[in-house]
């Protein structure tokens, strides 16, 4: 892909992004004054607004930690493994930002992911799983994809989407608690059309704002696979990387649903729901795009 497309599209999914968040702060919103309604106490949308920020920043600064901890990843030095640190340093020094934090991950199933809230405060890992399928020239695109999460801020939209996420989730989780099991205004104040809308929004909010969530990882890895292109200025490797990906694909052993989003290839287990529900484009799709790019 020219770079033009690429700096075009990271443009488009900047301003995407922004729309997005915009999004969910109408949503919480939205929630913020069920509460409120609920209680009879216009300041609990104060109260909510405050706690939100909270949550969403504990998420913000946290998140990657709990990533890398549930994952299970061992940070190393260059002496560990040579081979994967030198690539890494290699990307980072072509795309020109700073050296993340290298993790191994002692895993079979082929994968890998970034995370952190910004280039400065990145890490990047790899199982040991891909390490033993991949090639030199396929783990480096690979990588590159990683490196491209993190120089396009990918891993700072995933730690923000999935900080709202969660909260939407447990607000809503919350609000239905409180408006069916006391807590709630009085018989006499209750408006069935009110009770109606409510609950309505309750219920979609947390279904909305995953589905939110899958469109931004989904045009995501396409972007990235772009850009390890860009980085590498080989389609090929990127795609014979994704083929092996396909080809070797497992669950990870230590699963986490909250992660999904972080890694090249789907780390769970495949099933109906896992696929439509997925945070990744199929395989097959992001090959072709790769392949339609180099026409």
Known sequence: MATTSLQKQIAQNHRNTKLIILVFILMMAAIGGIFAWLNSDPKMVLYFVAVSALYAGIQYFLADKLAIKS??????????????????????SEAKIPMPKVYIVNDA????????????????????????????KELRAVMAHEMSHVKNYDIRVTMIVFGLVSLAGLLSDFGMRVM????????????????LIAGAVLILSPIIATLIQLGVSRQREYLADASSVDLTH???DMIAALRKLDSHAQPMHQ????????????????????TLFSTHPSIESRIERLENAKK
């Open 71 to 92: 994952a299970g990843a061992v940070e190393i030095q260059p002496s560990d493994n040579p081979r994967l640190y030198n690539i890494v340093a290699s990307l980072a």
């Open 234 to 236: 080989s389609p090929d």
């Open 255 to 274: 699963q986490n649903l909250a992660a999904e989003s972080l890694y090249i290839s789907n780390p769970l287990r495949k099933s109906m729901f896992s």
């Open 180 to 195: 069916f099991y006391g807590g709630g205004r009085d018989d006499e104040d209750n408006s069935p059309i009110g009770i």
């Open 109 to 136: 199933a082929p994968n890998a992911f970034a995370t952190g809230r910004d280039p400065a405060h990145a890490c990047v890992a790899a199982t040991t799983g891909i390490l033993e399928i991949m090639d030199d």
